[in-house]
């Protein structure tokens, strides 16, 4: 949502699609001049008002976007608008770069995810320079590195910023007040304030106390880890910075020492037994950046709960600020409605459209206005039990500074890492086995 959004994927295909879709940037550029689209010599470009059209859009995970589709068609009678929604950032990932290698199939707009911007980057002529559509005039609209993260090192800017990534903790009020801990939000948060070591000291008392798991797997908990160190899987330089990392070591060590511990419920990732995991009491902490929200809402739902449930949000993180997921909307240089496509993609990234995708989903905004609004805003979500989940992800975003996220960064979270900490999940594996495991899978798929 990185972000809504790991999923395994084939990284050897990905990496050979990816030099695929390189070797026809040339082919890409050639058919947008013939297309008419850019305005690089005349400003802005604009769609013919009155022309119908019909506009693609492919996004993924929980964006909140449907009724905003609406307000659009209905401010735009001449605007059809055919959104596909993929379950997740690492399939929406393979999907775009399949139809990038074919040169055709992309929709007008895609959803470009923050754990493989990197990947993008590597072949943004295949982009449209949004600086032909006037996006230079709303750069100040977004938080800087938002900005930056869509610029390439040409200067060609390619995505419209849509949410970043702010986490609290989401925990559940009858798992800890079985416990006999407090279930305040503010009590919770003084309970939890502090570094990773302090989380697995307080999950190790309650997996003792209940013989039930803290968090519901380890993947994630280790992503969290991972985004809040200054440089992650890849220096700021862009070098490759797994093997030999102390600080990612450590951390590991402390995840694999809660495990081992009792604290994971060993759940697969984006999939927790229908939903019903979240509901009988299987784990009673989970991470969640706000895009998160719309999740934990979902699969509670899908597991026959409601907000009866007892899920809240705390305004507390491990460790401090951290900033898991967001996206950006691109327009792939093969569509034939750069000009109209741009316009939507302006439109739902606008501070006001902003503020209205967190209220439908809980994505935090990217734009400062729309962050402005939601810190002043203490709309209670009733689904958590009232909490005031935009001015607390307001809160949580302070501090936040994305990490630099290398070409094969997703590919490291998921491919690398993702089986070892399976098994570390699964009691297959102690902390030297597992990490030996993920130095070997980084040297065959990455290296």
Request: with cysteine; net charge negative; aromatic share 10%.
């Given at each position: 949502?990185?972000?809504?959004?790991?999923?395994?994927?084939?990284?050897?295909?990905?990496?050979?699609?990816?030099?695929?879709?390189?070797?026809?940037?040339?082919?890409?550029?050639?058919?947008?001049?013939?297309?008419?689209?850019?305005?690089?010599?005349?400003?802005?470009?604009?769609?013919?008002?009155?022309?119908?059209?019909?506009?693609?859009?492919?996004?993924?995970?929980?964006?909140?976007?449907?009724?905003?589709?609406?307000?659009?068609?209905?401010?735009?009678?001449?605007?059809?608008?055919?959104?596909?929604?993929?379950?997740?950032?690492?399939?929406?990932?393979?999907?775009?770069?399949?139809?990038?290698?074919?040169?055709?199939?992309?929709?007008?707009?895609?959803?470009?995810?923050?754990?493989?911007?990197?990947?993008?980057?590597?072949?943004?002529?295949?982009?449209?320079?949004?600086?032909?559509?006037?996006?230079?005039?709303?750069?100040?609209?977004?938080?800087?590195?938002?900005?930056?993260?869509?610029?390439?090192?040409?200067?060609?800017?390619?995505?419209?910023?849509?949410?970043?990534?702010?986490?609290?903790?989401?925990?559940?009020?009858?798992?800890?007040?079985?416990?006999?801990?407090?279930?305040?939000?503010?009590?919770?948060?003084?309970l939890l304030e502090g570094d990773?070591?302090?989380?697995?000291?307080?999950?190790?008392?309650?997996?003792?106390?209940?013989?039930?798991?803290?968090?519901?797997?380890?993947?994630?908990?280790?992503?969290?880890m991972v985004n809040q160190l200054?440089?992650?899987?890849?220096?700021?330089?862009?070098?490759?910075?797994?093997?030999?990392?102390?600080?990612?070591?450590?951390?590991?060590?402390?995840?694999?020492?809660?495990?081992?511990?009792?604290?994971?419920?060993?759940?697969?990732?984006?999939?927790?037994?229908?939903?019903?995991?979240?509901?009988?009491?299987?784990?009673?902490?989970?991470?969640?950046?706000?895009?998160?929200?719309?999740?934990?809402?979902?699969?509670?739902?899908?597991?026959?709960?409601?907000?009866?449930?007892?899920?809240?949000?705390?305004?507390?993180?491990?460790?401090?600020?951290?900033?898991?997921?967001?996206?950006?909307?691109?327009?792939?240089?093969?569509?034939?409605?750069?000009?109209?496509?741009?316009?939507?993609?302006?439109?739902?990234?606008?501070?006001?459209?902003?503020?209205?995708?967190?209220?439908?989903?809980?994505n935090f905004p990217s734009t400062?206005?729309?962050?402005?609004?939601?810190?002043?805003?203490?709309?209670?979500?009733?689904?958590?039990?009232?909490?005031?989940?935009?001015?607390?992800?307001?809160?949580?975003?302070?501090?936040?500074?994305?990490?630099?996220?290398?070409?094969?960064?997703?590919?490291?979270?998921?491919?690398?890492?993702?089986?070892?900490?399976?098994?570390?999940?699964?009691?297959?594996?102690?902390?030297?086995?597992?990490?030996?495991?993920?130095?070997?899978?980084?040297?065959?798929?990455?290296?």
């Amino acid at each position: 949502m990185s972000r809504h959004h790991h999923e395994g994927v084939d990284t050897v295909t990905t990496r050979i699609l990816r030099k695929t879709a390189a070797g026809l940037a040339a082919t890409a550029a050639g058919a947008l001049v013939l297309a008419g689209c850019s305005a690089s010599e005349g400003g802005a470009a604009e769609a013919d008002p009155n022309e119908d059209i019909t506009l693609t859009i492919t996004t993924f995970g929980t964006f909140g976007y449907e009724d905003l589709y609406a307000e659009y068609e209905d401010a735009h009678p001449n605007v059809t608008i055919e959104a596909t929604n993929i379950d997740t950032g690492g399939n929406a990932r393979t999907d775009l770069f399949t139809k990038l290698a074919a040169g055709s199939g992309a929709s007008d707009i895609v959803a470009v995810e923050e754990g493989w911007i990197g990947a993008v980057m590597e072949v943004s002529d295949q982009f449209v320079d949004l600086r032909d559509h006037g996006i230079e005039d709303r750069k100040d609209d977004w938080v800087p590195w938002k900005y930056d993260g869509a610029t390439d090192p040409d200067g060609r800017v390619i995505g419209y910023g849509t949410d970043i990534g702010p986490t609290g903790i989401c925990y559940n009020k009858p798992a800890f007040e079985a416990a006999g801990l407090p279930t305040e939000r503010d009590e919770v948060a003084t309970l939890l304030e502090g570094d990773w070591e302090h989380y697995f000291d307080v999950g190790q008392e309650y997996s003792d106390d209940t013989g039930k798991a803290w968090f519901d797997q380890s993947g994630f908990v280790w992503n969290s880890m991972v985004n809040q160190l200054a440089e992650g899987y890849y220096t700021s330089d862009g070098a490759l910075n797994v093997e030999g990392n102390d600080e990612l070591r450590e951390r590991f060590d402390l995840l694999a020492e809660a495990v081992a511990g009792g604290q994971s419920a060993a759940q697969a990732e984006w999939d927790w037994n229908g939903g019903k995991s979240f509901v009988d009491g299987t784990f009673a902490t989970y991470v969640c950046p706000g895009w998160m929200l719309g999740v934990v809402q979902g699969q509670v739902e899908a597991g026959g709960g409601d907000a009866d449930t007892g899920w809240d949000f705390a305004d507390v993180f491990p460790g401090g600020a951290g900033n898991w997921g967001g996206a950006w909307l691109s327009i792939p240089a093969s569509s034939e409605q750069q000009a109209a496509a741009a316009e939507l993609a302006d439109w739902l990234t606008q501070p006001e459209q902003q503020v209205k995708q967190a209220a439908a989903a809980g994505n935090f905004p990217s734009t400062v206005e729309a962050q402005e609004t939601l810190a002043a805003d203490a709309t209670p979500n009733e689904f958590f039990g009232g909490a005031p989940t935009g001015a607390i992800l307001a809160e949580r975003a302070k501090g936040v500074q994305a990490q630099f996220k290398g070409p094969d960064d997703s590919v490291i979270q998921e491919n690398v890492f993702g089986p070892s900490l399976d098994k570390l999940d699964r009691g297959e594996a102690d902390a030297d086995e597992a990490w030996d495991e993920a130095i070997q899978l980084l040297g065959d798929l990455v290296e």
